[in-house]
């Protein structure tokens, strides 16, 4: 019973002991009830009901993900880049949870790590080759010989509904030398539900030329570069040393309406997450005046549940699965082969909430619903 359907049954009970209505009334008032209660119902529920609409723009080489018509995210194929990207992801507000650069960069911003862009899944240490780190940044005599990429191949299906709607696209791993390594087959339901907006990402890698190892590194998998406002706020510069030996600064830069912190599912918070094991990881903090929560949870079918995590203050937000060495200080090390002709699979949700911070309730509930999923 809504409001306004409570104060009208109590408006009209109290005329009727006054001026006792007569039978008419009576028959009526029941009637006048169901249908103040009956439109209220309906309001809710039309409220909740949105359309989650796949638009693919084979000129610009993208899918756009629309809610309402308004922008929730693009899974990116274009020929130009090392792998396919959903770039940007937006709040249910419109506001880029994503980083800009290197593709459409915003004032204030980080200008590093370019192979950091939107949110992808790939790896650093694929039978040798560096998947992760591809960039245009990387001399082309090196990326000839060392690196790895993911060729889009084709859209297999698209389907648009009410409160989701669903991608599947296949795409190839290919050594540097234009060898397939693994063939990937990716399904991806993009769900809206009121200010929520969540992603679910389903990948199936099968080796088809001979076995595949995912030799144990940091970096990796299924990551996000995030806005400048969510990272967590700086305490000077540092350098980060890739796989490779390879250095990386990280500029001292002013924390003006900088407010990200991380809390994962096992209490642990801040910087300190960085090579600990959870089942979800919240990253929260403020963009102008919304308050935003970005949540990557792990499945309980995936290797290594629950996973490492490779999230840094910076505004690198992943999951990984295979550092174990790296992030155990060698007490421990996963190299993990996939048999030709085997496969495995990852399955990730990313939950994004505006306006409002999510409590561990509120995503240990997202989370459990996830974890029945997808098996």
């Given at each position: ?34 249908i103040s ?29 629309m ?37 459409k960069?915003r004032?204030g911003?980080?200008?590093?790590h ?110 996000i ?32 309406g ?83 002709g ?14 409002h911070?999510?409590t ?16």
């Open positions: 019973m809504n409001f306004f359907a409570c104060q009208f049954f109590l408006i009209i009970n109290k005329f009727y002991r006054i001026m006792k209505l007569n039978s008419i009334t009576l028959i009526l008032l029941p009637v006048l009830f169901c209660c009956g439109s209220g119902s309906q309001g809710d529920k039309s409220k909740n009901n949105q359309k989650v609409e796949l638009i693919n723009d084979t000129t610009d080489q993208k899918v756009d993900v809610v309402d018509s308004k922008l929730f995210t693009s899974y990116c194929y274009s020929d130009s880049l090392m792998k396919q990207i959903l770039y940007p992801v937006l709040t249910a507000a419109g506001t880029p949870v994503t980083r800009g650069w290197p593709i960069p004032s911003e980080r200008a590093d370019p192979h950091q862009r939107g949110l992808w899944l790939n790896y650093g240490d694929v039978n040798g080759y560096d998947f992760w780190g591809n960039s245009y940044q990387i001399p082309p005599e090196v990326r000839k010989v060392h690196d790895g990429r993911i060729r889009f191949q084709k859209i297999d299906k698209i389907s648009s509904g009410d409160g989701e709607g669903t991608l599947v696209a296949t795409a190839n791993w290919d050594d540097p030398f234009g060898k397939e390594l693994l063939a990937e087959k990716t399904t991806y339901h993009f769900i809206a539900k009121d200010s929520l907006r969540i992603i679910d990402r389903i990948t199936t890698l099968t080796a088809t030329n001979g076995p595949v190892t995912m030799n144990d590194t940091k970096e990796g998998m299924f990551g570069r995030v806005a400048r406002q969510l990272e967590l706020p700086s305490k000077g510069s540092a350098t980060f040393i890739d796989a490779e030996g390879n250095a990386t600064k990280v500029a001292q830069m002013s924390n003006e900088v407010s990200g912190n991380y809390r994962s599912s096992e209490g642990i918070t801040g910087d300190s997450v960085w090579s600990t094991r959870a089942k979800w990881m919240d990253l929260y903090g403020k963009i102008g005046s919304e308050d935003i929560s970005l949540v990557i949870c792990d499945h309980p079918k995936n290797v290594s549940y629950p996973t490492y995590w490779h999230a840094r203050g910076y505004g690198l937000f992943a999951a990984n699965p295979f550092g174990a060495k790296d992030f155990t200080n060698g007490k421990e090390e996963l190299n993990y082969t996939i048999p030709t085997q496969s495995i699979t990852f399955r990730y949700r990313v939950i994004i909430s505006s306006g911070h999510l561990d309730d509120e995503i240990n509930a997202l989370d459990n619903d996830f974890a029945k999923k997808y098996e």
